[in-house]
């Protein structure tokens, strides 16, 4: 269930809530007709887009379960999936408003800003996180999240931690750094040439005089923690809502 595990923890709570509105009446109304071998439904608009999304998203998820499929960082594997409960989410905040305006006056004006304040949270969160929208987890996974998962496993932040690393050079310096994985080395590459100049790519720790990372491994946020041998002395450190996920570490050649 490792799929489902991180779609829960990692797609806003209030897009969850709209998804269960757009599909919990329509599966039960599905379900029931079924059993009686009715299958009128299917000729109504709304309900045969309602069904053609939620299987757009369900049934690969189900497969990727019962085949045991492997998938790696998270369900990126399975984002192709977001669009059919992007579209039930829809249905659910139209499904809402529908409620709330039969109800009229206080509980359609509260349906219209508990809807319009949820949305403008999360537009303010995605631009103050930019661009690093992929380490967004929703309060389910709440705790030390930079202990229990990969953040920025795309290795994004790299860019901007070496172009700060590099504005640590001295005039005609190169400071020579050892990235942990690919990323920081395809970063350094993809630097403009008056950047990369004062970058050097090591070929290992004791060949370095800095150590950069994305915290990709299990062991290396243990250490960070425990600001245990190389994470002594942070020189750049990148965070997202206070969570690091991009560092770079002067290396004691003691």
Known sequence: YYAPAWMLISIPLFYWFLFVLGFAKPVFYWLRSLAKGDLSWF????QRFIAIAFSFFLLPLLL???KHSTLYDGWRQLHFTYA???LVAFVGLLRLFRWAKKKRGKVFILAKAFAGLNIA????????IH???QTYFNLLASGDQFSRFELDY??????????????LAEEGDCIKFYAFSYPGIANHKFLDEET????CLGYSSRDSDYYITNFRSKEERRDYKAKDGRFNNPVVLIKRQGVPIMGAFKLDKN
Do not use: C, H
């Open 43 to 46: 000729r109504d608009r709304e």
């Open 64 to 66: 990727v379960i019962l």
């Open 84 to 86: 059919g409960f992007a």
């Open 121 to 128: 949270y999360l537009l303010f969160l995605m631009v103050t």
């Open 131 to 133: 661009p690093y929208q």
């Open 154 to 167: 795309w290795g994004i932040s790299y860019r901007s931690g070496l172009k700060q690393l590099a504005e």
């Open 196 to 199: 990369k100049a004062k970058l």
